[in-house]
């Protein structure tokens, strides 16, 4: 029976090519886009995975080419587009879900300019909850070395095995890391 017949659309699958480029960026993104989706559902695991595949179906389905250094920033929008369109549905964003707090959001910014973030700030939820707001809008490879040292507790040494890079590598990358981290906390502000 054909889609004509049913009223049913059939999904169109992106060329061959564009689907495995597509598939490169999305392993290497898919735990920065998860966390993307985990903050934003309130740590809802089902929701977010569910909101992964949907991610990976319209992605997958795209006959647009879209060049392999956008890709990771285009996967972003599809993600952000799909959040908008589950709180649509709903209707309403449940009370626990973390929203920008702009006083928050500045103090800790300022915080960033001229130290590291000290443990009892990480430890209280208002703060946790506006710096993952902020760091799962960096880039992947940003997002991992922060989530990696500073939450994960991974050293130096550490995060230069796991990436293949110096030590030196590693703290200048965190560095710049944490100065984006700082700009992200700011535009929440």
Not at 57 to 85: C, H, K, S, Y
Request: charged share 30%; glycine share 4%; with cysteine.
């Amino acid at each position: 029976m054909s889609s004509l017949t049913t009223g049913l659309s059939v999904p169109v699958s992106a060329p061959a090519e564009t689907r495995a480029r597509v598939e490169v960026v999305f392993d290497r993104c898919s735990a920065a886009l998860y966390r993307y989706f985990a903050v934003r559902v309130g740590g809802d695991a089902h929701l977010a995975d569910d909101l992964m595949q949907q991610l990976w179906l319209n992605a997958t389905r795209t006959e647009r080419p879209v060049p392999e250094d956008q890709m990771e920033f285009w996967l972003r929008g599809i993600a952000a587009n799909l959040i908008r369109a589950h709180w649509r549905r709903q209707k309403r964003r449940p009370a626990m879900i973390p929203l920008a707090d702009p006083h928050l959001a500045a103090e800790l910014a300022d915080r960033l300019v001229t130290e590291e973030l000290p443990p009892e700030i990480l430890e209280r939820k208002e703060a946790r909850d506006q710096l993952l707001l902020a760091i799962t809008e960096l880039p992947s490879r940003e997002q991992e070395l922060i989530v990696g040292h500073y939450f994960d507790g991974a050293s130096f040494a550490e995060l230069a095995r796991r990436t293949g890079s110096s030590e030196r590598a590693i703290e200048g990358r965190l560095y710049r890391a944490r100065q984006a981290l700082r700009e992200k906390l700011r535009h929440l502000a």
